[in-house]
């Protein structure tokens, strides 16, 4: 028998994919899918953008870059972070990596171990809670609430920290909820955190460029006590509609990064050189197509919240960021994850079960709206429907 690190029993997985993978499967059994799970915007990457990766690779960029990114991304990245937040970064503490979930596995596996505890959302991305039981860490979730709009309260995360606490991660505006935690409450989080001087925090900001009734997305780069303990996780998947190219970037404490820097040279070598050209000519050129992505997100979300609020036994705050609506379904009678596989099966509408995104998400499903406002509507009905007919659960 092979003996596997037993590690790997406790690794989790994000059901997004095994929606996507089941509502794939049943198109190709000729069912009409609306796809409402996937995170993924429905827009194509700007033509300037893709242009750029192909010249690229027609000037011969196809070989080895630097494992922590060419320069002149980094120092792009740097320039694009002061021109947004007025903050300053060293490109020398900027890393350019495939995709945003890398950088949370660098950050939980740098602290991540047995007699360790890690804070992260729950409800949240599941990845966290996934990475925090490999490394064999103790998951203590930090509950997201829907009458505190989703937003994290610095008191509950700050009475959560204890001696063995090692790493926080907070996610701002927030996926599955499209929550946004406002300043002051980042404010006391940040003052509260005076008291334990040993603990670090990874702020996934991956959403930060979408948010809504003029808010403005509050990075914690902004706060100069806590930047030596600080790991930021941005990338370009989201705000550029660029998720198959696989690009990312973090910021890290001066500590840090050669930590970061090996982990990269151990796993991926470097990023692919002509997607990284493709990110340069993302953060240089014009942001005309993000400004009007967002207010078409904003559009649709319109249209879904007040679509949701129309159906029996279901209730939804209105999101403040990201393009996900995170509605109470407790009313219909069903158990979340019962309704999705349903609503997918017999409805052919995907969406996630709030449990897939953690202990505090039952009694929710999360539904994208990086989909067309034609199909939103069509999957609304649909849901509607079948909530009529079938409004007791199996």
């Not at 028998?1 to 996507?20: D, K, Q, T, Y």
């Not at 596996?109 to 103790?138: H, K, N, Q, W």
């Not at 509607?384 to 079938?390: I, M």
Request: aromatic letters at 10%; hydrophobic letters at 40%; glycine letters at 10%.
């Amino acid at each position: 028998m092979l003996h596997v690190n037993s590690a790997f029993s406790r690794i989790g997985e994000e059901n997004a994919f095994a929606v996507l993978a089941r509502a794939g499967e049943l198109q190709r059994q000729g069912r009409d899918i609306i796809n409402l799970g996937i995170g993924q915007p429905d827009f194509s990457t700007p033509p300037h953008i893709v242009e750029a990766a192909v010249k690229a690779l027609r000037d011969g960029q196809h070989g080895y870059t630097p494992a922590t990114g060419v320069p002149v991304l980094r120092e792009a990245v740097a320039a694009d972070l002061k021109r947004r937040f007025n903050v300053e970064v060293s490109p020398d503490l900027v890393l350019i990596v495939p995709g945003g979930k890398v950088t949370m596995y660098m950050a939980i596996v740098m602290f991540g171990e047995p007699g360790a505890d890690i804070l992260y959302p729950d409800p949240g991305f599941p990845i966290y809670r996934s990475m925090i039981e490999y490394t064999g860490a103790t998951p203590i979730p930090i509950p997201v609430r829907e009458e505190n709009s989703f937003a994290f309260s610095a008191e509950e995360v700050l009475s959560l920290i204890t001696p063995k606490t090692r790493l926080i991660i907070l996610n701002s505006p927030a996926n599955p909820t499209g929550g946004v935690t406002p300043k002051a409450e980042i404010d006391r989080f940040v003052a509260g955190l005076d008291r334990w001087p040993d603990v670090a925090i990874l702020s996934d900001e991956i959403y930060g460029q979408m948010t809504y009734d003029g808010l403005a997305h509050q990075t914690l780069l902004a706060y100069p006590e806590i930047r030596e303990r600080l790991i930021l996780l941005d990338g370009w998947s989201k705000t550029y509609a660029m998720t198959g190219w696989r690009l990312g970037f973090s910021v890290w404490p001066k500590p840090l990064y050669d930590n970061a820097r090996k982990l990269a040279v151990n796993s991926y070598s470097c990023v692919n050189a002509p997607t990284q050209f493709a990110g340069l000519a993302a953060l240089t050129g014009p942001q005309d197509a993000v400004r009007d992505m967002v207010a078409e997100f904003d559009r649709r979300r319109t249209v879904v919240v007040d679509g949701l609020n129309k159906l029996p036994g279901v209730r939804a705050a209105t999101p403040k960021g990201a393009f996900y609506a995170f509605p109470n379904v407790a009313a219909t009678g069903w158990k979340a994850k019962s309704l999705a596989s349903a609503l997918l099966e017999d409805a052919g509408v995907a969406t996630i079960g709030g449990p897939d995104f953690g202990v505090y998400g039952e009694g929710f499903i999360r539904l994208s709206y990086a989909n067309s406002t034609e199909n939103i509507g069509r999957a609304l009905e649909r849901i509607g429907d079948f909530l009529s007919r079938r409004n007791l659960p199996r």
